[in-house]
């Protein structure tokens, strides 16, 4: 699953000789057998997200094209059904567990490819500008690099490891070159503040390292010529917001219908567009105002209450390793700093809806009491059932926990 959708987020769909068309059918195909699974294991559902769920879809009756909005609301559905903080039972964990530990080694092994890419010159397949290695655009490798560096430097605090702090060091390369100056940001202060807590003199020296070389890329970028391609691209664009009418017309649509919104996957306005079969193409500029605008103050309050309790959880208990915690703390923290400028949060069919949806997924499981955690993943009797009844689900409920 993990390895599909990333593909889907490449360009090599294009290439390989496979319809794009199945990658799509092929992505929903496993969302629906690994949603299917989690359903059918029994246990319980949070409440707060079934809000959630039954919240967006409220936002259709408003929606401009109302098949193409169910049509990304059922996969947004899957999604949350799949790797989100929706179903409690041991399956869904297990699946949760697998996805994240296969998403974090991916995260980390794409970031040293892209090292590599850029280091040796190898061609960027998309032709797009300043650096996408053979991702279909450098908005979707800043931030897996971004998160890639991230996640190396929580290993390497936590393991005295110089491997993990050379790839933290080297992904700075493909981050930079991507372009993305928000990508950049976000792993900046997810940087600082895992170093601060963990190396407090350490973490001091980078903050201010940090805030010079942020200091000059926004004040001084004038400066860098074309031929500085690692960094020139970024600091070219020094101030400049490229999100203000992406940002307007998303503030626009939600006055056109405060209540409900216009609609999961719906846009009015700035970075709308419609395809060929009619379907609507959205660039939000912003995952916050993607929620404000497409499913209204219903679905806004319904999402970050659900978020908030998620979160007050999490900082309560952390019943995880202080790796573990630490790398949910700094994936969360470059996301949601990356969200500002980038509307992937109700982007079904982006890896970085994927990676949202299934750190929330663990910040859930992470967020459970000890006891109940304990008895909803405990999975050996879970794989010696499975040997003996194959598919059929094994019903737990949270209080057997």
């Known amino acids: 699953m993990v390895l599909v959708y990333f593909i889907r987020g490449s360009v090599f769909p294009w290439y390989l000789p496979v319809p794009f068309g199945a990658w799509i059918a092929l992505n929903v195909l496993c969302l629906t057998v690994a949603a299917g699974i989690a359903i059918v294991g029994g246990g319980t559902w949070r409440a707060p997200w079934v ?25 947004l559905s899957l999604l949350m059904l799949a790797l989100g903080p929706v179903i409690l039972n041991p399956t869904a964990l297990a699946i949760r567990a697998a996805a994240w530990r296969w998403t974090l080694n991916g995260v980390t092994g794409l970031t040293a490819i892209f090292v590599l890419w850029y280091t040796l010159h190898l061609p960027c397949p998309v032709g797009r500008a300043p650096f996408a290695a053979f991702m279909n655009q450098s908005m979707i490798l800043g931030p897996i690099a971004g998160l890639g560096v991230v996640i190396a430097a929580a290993h390497a605090v936590h393991g005295n490891s110089w491997r993990w702090g050379l790839l933290a060091t080297l992904g700075l390369i493909p981050l930079l070159a991507s372009g993305s100056r928000v990508a950049a940001l976000a792993a900046g202060m997810a940087s600082c503040y895992l170093l601060i807590r963990r190396r407090p003199l350490l973490g001091a020296v980078l903050t201010l390292a940090f805030a010079v070389m942020l200091g000059y890329f926004l004040t001084r970028g004038e400066n860098l010529t074309e031929g500085e391609s690692l960094g020139g691209s970024l600091a070219r664009k020094g101030l400049t917001n490229t999100r203000v009418e992406l940002w307007e017309s998303r503030i626009t649509e939600f006055k056109s219908s405060p209540l409900f919104g216009i609609g999961v996957a719906m846009g009015t306005g700035s970075g709308t567009a419609k395809e060929a079969d009619g379907s609507i193409r959205v660039e939000p500029g912003s995952s916050y105002l993607a929620i404000l605008a497409m499913t209204g103050a219903v679905g806004t309050v319904a999402f970050f209450s659900a978020l908030g309790l998620v979160l007050y959880g999490f900082m309560n208990l952390r019943r995880h390793a202080p790796l573990d915690n630490d790398i949910l703390v700094v994936a969360g923290i470059f996301l949601a700093v990356h969200g500002v400028a980038e509307g992937w949060i109700l982007g079904f069919g982006s890896p970085l809806c994927f990676l949202f949806w299934l750190w929330l997924g663990k910040l859930g499981d992470a967020s459970l009491p000890l006891l109940q955690a304990n008895g909803l993943s405990n999975t050996r009797g879970y794989r010696r059932w499975f040997s003996r009844t194959g598919f059929q689900p094994m019903r737990v409920s949270a209080r057997q926990g």
């Open 51 to 75: 809000i959630v769920l039954v919240a967006f879809v409220a936002s259709i009756t408003q929606a401009e094209e109302i098949h193409t909005a169910l049509s990304r609301w059922i996969g």
